[in-house]
């Protein structure tokens, strides 16, 4: 299978639905996907202007600079510490690298790339890239013999599922016996909502108490566009096992995959800087507290939804028929058909609209 092979995107079938929302009278609320609305905190955004003069070609590897920010926030924010810059790569964002590691990692027809049941489509859009096949599993002891990429994703998108320290060690544990590279993908580390995330940090796959200290085999995926409303600047990293981030170095060399200059400040700015992020987690707090309500007072029970950007809810019937009740009220969400095919009753609300914008959602599903 190659890139002409590959289904239409599946977004393009919401557009009936998005039309009958945006034909409400008081307009549509679009809660079907998790891109910010918020403002790039200033902190953030000067450094990305006091860095436009970036004349010459940026480094793949990054610069020193960001890479000692990367260690130093493992340490301060995941407690992750003995990371050295080797352990460290910035990335183009986060939705490339999970598409490309399969062909990175050099994987092809015959292997096997495992994923979450309830999945953001890259994991397999980048298995069916290079012609190997996926398998969707969550629990570690129905990961197949012979997988060679095992994709965890904690805090889940769609399902906001959190795995903790013994959930992870288990999976580390598995993978090292399948001989399989492990990868959390933990984009939306900073929202824990529900005892315990609320209090207690969101583990990082690569935490010694998952690990032990040895990181062979396993990365980590972060991405600061949900932290620090960085969607637009294409920011992320990977971090773990060093021989693996040298191998991944070496390929994306050769194929230009260079994060801007600029972005790099602006990154370590980012990272450098925790209040902003603390301030916008509350902000996803208050929507979060005024939409969960409401979504459960119209029929819908949310499920997981622990942690991130995404109240995962069924009325216990098709996700289509979800939409269109919804798409009356002018109300646009995510179908669970997009996220696998193990959960289609379920849909996905995002807290990434305005504060008046999900003040109008509940009152609308209140009043359905």
């Not at 070496?250 to 995959?257: D, F, I, N, P, V």
């Not at 602006?266 to 979504?295: C, F, N, S, W």
Request: glycine share 8%; proline share 7%.
């Amino acid at each position: 299978m190659g890139v002409a092979d590959l289904a239409d995107y599946p977004w393009d079938a919401v557009a009936p639905y998005a039309a009958r929302a945006k034909a409400h009278p008081d307009g549509i609320i679009d809660l079907s996907i998790g891109s910010p609305v918020d403002p790039t905190p200033p902190v953030v955004a000067d450094a990305l202007a006091s860095a436009t003069d970036a004349h010459a070609y940026p480094q793949t590897v990054g610069t020193p600079a960001l890479r000692e920010a990367i260690v130093e926030w493992f340490a301060r924010r995941r407690g992750v510490r003995g990371l050295s810059v080797d352990h460290v790569l910035p990335t183009v964002g986060s939705k490339e690298l999970v598409a490309l590691l399969p062909l990175l990692l050099g994987l092809g027809a015959g292997d096997i790339v495992v994923h979450p049941r309830a999945a953001y489509p890259t994991y397999e859009v980048g298995a069916r890239l290079v012609g190997a096949s996926p398998v969707a599993a969550d629990d570690a002891a129905d990961w197949p013999l012979g997988a060679r990429l095992i994709w965890v994703n904690s805090p889940g998108n769609p399902d906001g599922r959190v795995m903790d320290v013994a959930a992870l060690r288990v999976a580390v544990l598995r993978a090292r016996e399948i001989g399989a590279v492990l990868v959390s993908d933990e984009c939306y580390a900073e929202l824990g909502w529900d005892a315990p995330w609320d209090t207690e940090a969101i583990p990082s796959v690569l935490d010694p108490r998952v690990t032990g200290g040895d990181v062979r085999s396993i990365l980590s995926v972060y991405s600061l566009s949900k932290q620090s409303n960085l969607a637009g600047y294409r920011a992320a990293f990977l971090a773990g096992d060093p021989a693996l981030v040298a191998r991944l170095l070496t390929a994306r060399k050769h194929l230009g995959l260079m994060l801007p200059a600029p972005v790099q400040e602006a990154m370590i700015a980012a990272l450098g800087d925790d209040e902003h992020v603390a301030a916008q987690k509350e902000l996803y707090r208050a929507r979060r507290a005024t939409l969960r309500p409401a979504v459960e007072a119209a029929g819908f029970r949310v499920d997981a939804s622990e942690a991130g950007l995404y109240l995962w809810a069924t009325e216990d019937r098709d996700a289509w028929e979800s939409l269109g009740r919804l798409a009356e009220l002018g109300i646009l969400v995510g179908p669970g058909h997009f996220y696998g095919d193990h959960f289609p009753n379920h849909i996905r609300f995002s807290l990434t609209a305005s504060d008046e914008r999900i003040r109008a959602a509940a009152e609308r599903l209140l009043e359905a």
